[in-house]
């Protein structure tokens, strides 16, 4: 009796032990698998992380085309003359991923603002040419009347390059100081700008339409964003940009610019005068004198003309981007200022 009773107890002991040394290889089996999804979830984690943060480029933007401005639609490839036009889209998609790669990070958004120069005639730059009009400009062709002049530091006596009205900066700096410092989405690098020159936007700006307009080939898209590096094509109609003419017409700069206001009517005077020679309907005004507007009309009283026959051509205007009027006024419905971008190509 004693002999079993002594085996029972063994037993018992033995198994206890047996159950504890399972309990605590199976704890530890746990631990290793939890170890082991948690490694996991960290790694995917980093791995989104890194893929949020990554540089967008052309590759990574969605471009579908779904037309709302259905009158004077070109293809993508259109017959010009004895040649052929096109939409550039892939240098259109750069542009796309430049912007959103902009907007992505969080700053505080300002826009350069030197209209008429009304904030102040800005000082010469260091190297400074006479361009054709006989105005002083920078090495880069952007002419000091209605620029901003950007410094290498806040303490540098003179500027080095201008900043064109209308362009979208990142404000680097308190908005405060005599010097902001700026980083540009049409400029590389960064510089500082007396701040008079400088429009704070906050930090919500959001870009919901941007204009494109293709100097080379005479044409312009309009392009909603509708989600995270997707953009939809709305329009693809003629239009006739800027021309090199001195004294009074000149080239529509290239960049990348905010829409900074918009005139139902913006009149005009008749070269070298102040007399009212007449208007453009539903102009959207982007850097200086340049609006996208319909086409003039040279009576102050006269009736809108729908269409011209110089659209898609050559360039004609005096700065300004021409347009269909019915097109014009999509755009000026559409595109809401500091909301909306206008990118002018080559």
């Given at each position: 009796?004693?002999?079993?009773?002594?085996?029972?107890?063994?037993?018992?002991?033995?198994?206890?032990?047996?159950?504890?040394?399972?309990?605590?290889?199976?704890s530890?089996?746990?631990?290793?698998?939890?170890?082991?999804?948690?490694?996991?979830?960290?790694?995917?984690?980093?791995?989104?992380?890194?893929?949020?943060?990554?540089?967008?480029?052309?590759?990574?933007?969605?471009?579908?085309?779904?037309i709302?401005?259905?009158?004077?639609?070109?293809?993508?490839v259109?017959?010009?003359?004895?040649?052929?036009?096109?939409?550039?889209?892939?240098?259109?998609?750069?542009?796309?991923?430049?912007?959103?790669?902009?907007?992505?990070?969080?700053?505080?958004?300002?826009?350069?603002?030197?209209?008429?120069?009304?904030?102040?005639?800005?000082?010469?730059?260091?190297?400074?040419?006479?361009?054709?009009?006989?105005?002083?400009?920078?090495?880069?062709?952007?002419?000091?009347?209605?620029?901003?002049?950007l410094?290498?530091?806040?303490?540098?006596?003179?500027?080095?390059?201008?900043?064109?009205?209308?362009?979208?900066?990142?404000?680097?700096?308190?908005?405060?100081?005599?010097?902001?410092?700026?980083?540009?989405?049409?400029?590389?690098?960064?510089?500082?700008?007396?701040?008079?020159?400088?429009?704070?936007?906050?930090?919500?700006?959001?870009?919901?339409?941007?204009?494109?307009?293709?100097?080379?080939?005479?044409?312009?898209?309009?392009?909603?964003?509708?989600?995270?590096?997707?953009?939809?094509?709305?329009?693809?109609?003629?239009?006739?940009?800027?021309?090199?003419k001195?004294p009074?017409?000149?080239?529509?700069?290239?960049?990348?610019?905010?829409?900074?206001?918009?005139k139902?009517?913006?009149?005009?005077?008749?070269?070298?005068?102040?007399?009212?020679?007449?208007?453009?309907?539903?102009?959207?005004?982007?850097?200086?004198?340049?609006?996208?507007?319909?086409?003039?009309?040279?009576?102050?009283?006269?009736?809108?003309?729908?269409?011209?026959?110089?659209l898609?051509?050559?360039?004609?205007?005096?700065?300004?981007v021409?347009?269909?009027?019915?097109?014009?006024?999509?755009?000026?419905?559409?595109?809401?200022?500091f909301?909306?971008?206008?990118?002018?190509?080559?």
């Amino acid at each position: 009796m004693r002999n079993t009773i002594f085996f029972i107890f063994l037993f018992v002991i033995i198994a206890t032990a047996a159950c504890k040394n399972s309990s605590k290889n199976s704890s530890a089996a746990e631990l290793r698998r939890k170890d082991s999804l948690e490694k996991v979830k960290e790694a995917k984690e980093a791995a989104e992380k890194a893929e949020r943060e990554k540089p967008r480029t052309a590759a990574d933007i969605k471009l579908d085309k779904d037309i709302q401005f259905e009158k004077y639609t070109l293809e993508d490839v259109y017959p010009y003359e004895d040649t052929t036009r096109i939409f550039q889209f892939d240098k259109i998609k750069e542009k796309l991923a430049h912007i959103e790669n902009f907007m992505r990070m969080p700053h505080i958004y300002g826009v350069l603002d030197n209209y008429k120069n009304r904030n102040g005639e800005a000082a010469v730059v260091e190297n400074f040419v006479r361009n054709a009009y006989k105005r002083v400009s920078d090495t880069l062709g952007n002419e000091k009347y209605q620029s901003a002049p950007l410094y290498q530091s806040e303490n540098s006596k003179k500027p080095s390059r201008y900043g064109r009205d209308g362009s979208l900066v990142a404000i680097e700096s308190s908005d405060t100081l005599d010097m902001v410092k700026v980083t540009g989405l049409s400029f590389e690098g960064t510089w500082y700008v007396p701040k008079r020159y400088v429009k704070s936007k906050g930090d919500s700006v959001k870009i919901a339409h941007v204009a494109v307009v293709d100097v080379t080939n005479q044409n312009i898209c309009v392009l909603e964003r509708t989600g995270e590096n997707e953009w939809k094509i709305r329009s693809m109609n003629p239009a006739t940009s800027g021309r090199h003419k001195p004294p009074h017409a000149m080239e529509t700069p290239l960049g990348i610019f905010f829409v900074q206001e918009q005139k139902a009517k913006m009149f005009y005077f008749k070269d070298g005068t102040k007399s009212i020679e007449g208007y453009a309907p539903y102009a959207s005004r982007f850097t200086n004198g340049g609006y996208i507007h319909g086409v003039p009309v040279n009576n102050p009283k006269g009736k809108i003309i729908e269409y011209s026959w110089s659209l898609g051509t050559t360039p004609r205007s005096h700065m300004c981007v021409r347009n269909a009027s019915s097109h014009a006024k999509y755009v000026y419905d559409n595109f809401k200022p500091f909301q909306s971008l206008v990118v002018v190509i080559d």
